[in-house]
């Protein structure tokens, strides 16, 4: 089993930036995909951004392309998402969710591991 924990939310004013984190513990010892996603009200959780274990394969949704940045340091078993020149539309629960395997996933059904989400509102 492994936890993820969420941190880093809140409310930010349009043009601004926050940067999310999600720390993992419990079985880390596996190779991980990991990927933030976000599900605003009434809509379906979608695709945000996800990384491959080594970091060197990222892929992102096109609406947060050239604004939002996935990370992670596997030693420190930590994922990041910097979000910046964040609009209104980006307002959202962001889950920070991992699967057992190397690569990139986009489809949600595929993540194993989720955790609770952190809340993202952004003011116009």
């Known amino acids: 089993q492994v936890q993820l924990v969420e941190s880093g939310g809140g409310l930010v004013q349009a043009g601004g930036s926050l940067r999310l984190s999600c720390a993992a513990s419990g079985r880390t010892g596996s190779t991980y995909t990991m990927a933030w996603f976000r599900q605003a009200p009434g809509k379906e959780r979608e695709l945000a951004a996800s990384?491959?274990?080594?970091?060197?394969?990222?892929a992102y949704a096109d609406s947060v392309k050239g604004r939002f940045t996935i990370s992670r340091d596997n030693a420190k078993n930590m994922v990041y998402l910097q979000m910046n020149s964040l609009e209104p539309e980006d307002t959202a629960v962001y889950y920070c969710?991992?699967?057992?395997?190397?690569?990139?996933?986009?489809?949600?059904?595929?993540?194993?591991?989720w955790g609770q989400g952190t809340q993202v509102t952004v003011s116009s």
């Open positions: 990384i491959s274990w080594s970091g060197g394969s990222t």
């Open positions: 969710a991992a699967r057992r395997s190397s690569g990139i996933y986009y489809s949600r059904s595929v993540y194993d591991y």
